[in-house]
């Protein structure tokens, strides 16, 4: 970042000003959002454009909105939580494989990436990127599936990334983001649907909330893949030949394909700016997707796993709905705010508390409820 001495020069320059200047007549922030006026696409959402927050506030001299939100997620408890949560494979003992908080990393530099090339609001992606999957279960989709089952069938971890910013985190205060992160988090999930979605209503209101959605399929298609080719689930040999064909034969140049092949094609068309990978491109993908759900994540080896897990959550979710108190204490442990039975069923309480466990305090907790502990 470079800071100007001519006292003369203004935002509209398209240029930082002096400490001196910023304090007699615009804030660093202002020099920023006027920046982005002249800078960020006619389609990209400026940060002066806010839809706001649900608690107004006062601006931030130094960051925009946006950047305001990426730092609360940054600093949040839900965010260090995720370097204990599963990605595909469970509490790894290997260091190089991913975990939700690296998973979380690498969508955050491919959506930045694309924001960018784009001209998008690069800290507007960033933020939503960042926040995601902070409503992510202990062990990855097992456990998103145990609380299916046993909470409700309309749980999913997008919904709870919602609920953990707005109601969850800050001991039960939530981190009052603006409206489009908001709607990017909840927007952000695909499961098996399409990678580039028709519906209107399924898709987030901005670009840079599509953006994400796309740069979490490039993320986790690619290290998924990384990961399974490490623990020897695949070998590169099974790799279908019309990924390795057209997508390259290593995790470098996949990633680099497809945000190269999204930036290309996408574009505005009809008045709106479409999100495009290209027919060769989206074929490759939607067959290294089918072909991860086959041999990796309803594999054997990664099945068995989750099934474990999934009884781990079921019997945890049973111990606290009968034992309110050590709910209560929990949750405080947890920095969340306590139960009020006026306000949320025990159901409810208890789904939050377990969705907000890491791995291992979830397999912690467990141990200790449930298997003796030997005398010494
Ligand atoms: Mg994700």
Partial sequence: MT?????????????????ENCMAAYSIREAFQEREKTFLSGFAVLSSATQGRVKPEKDCSIRTPYQMDRDRIVYSNSFRRL??????FLSPLGDHYRTRLTHTLEVSEIARNIARALRMNEDLAEAIALGHDLGH????????????????????????????????DNKGEGLNL???????????????????PSTPGQTAMTVEGRIVRVADIIAYLNHDLDDALRSGVITCDEVPVVCRNTLGENHSERARVMIEKVVANSGPENGEFKLLLGDDILKAMTVLRRFLYEKVYRSATVHK????????????????????????KELGKMEM?????????????????????????????????????PQV
């Avoid at 062990?139 to 707005?166: M, N, P, W």
Wanted: net charge negative.
């Fill in 3 to 19: 800071f100007i001495d001519n006292k003369e020069q203004s935002p509209e320059d398209g240029a930082f000003l002096n400490k």
């Fill in 83 to 88: 370097k204990h949560k599963t990605q595909v």
């Fill in 137 to 168: 279960t202990p062990f990855g989709h097992g456990g998103e599936t145990a609380l299916k089952e046993i909470y409700s069938a309309d749980f999913s971890h997008s919904d709870q990334s919602l609920r953990v910013v707005d109601v969850l």
């Fill in 178 to 196: 603006t409206r489009e992160v908001r709607d990017g988090i909840l927007k952000h999930s695909k499961g098996f649907g399409d990678i580039i």
């Fill in 305 to 328: 796993e989750f099934v474990k897990a999934k009884r781990i959550l079921k019997e945890l979710f049973a111990y606290f709905i009968s034992n309110p108190d050590k709910l209560q």
């Fill in 337 to 373: 705010a306590d139960w009020d039975p006026e306000v949320d069923s025990i159901e409810r309480a208890v789904c939050d508390l377990i969705a907000c466990m890491t791995d291992r305090y979830a397999l912690d907790f467990y141990y200790r409820i449930f298997l003796p502990s």
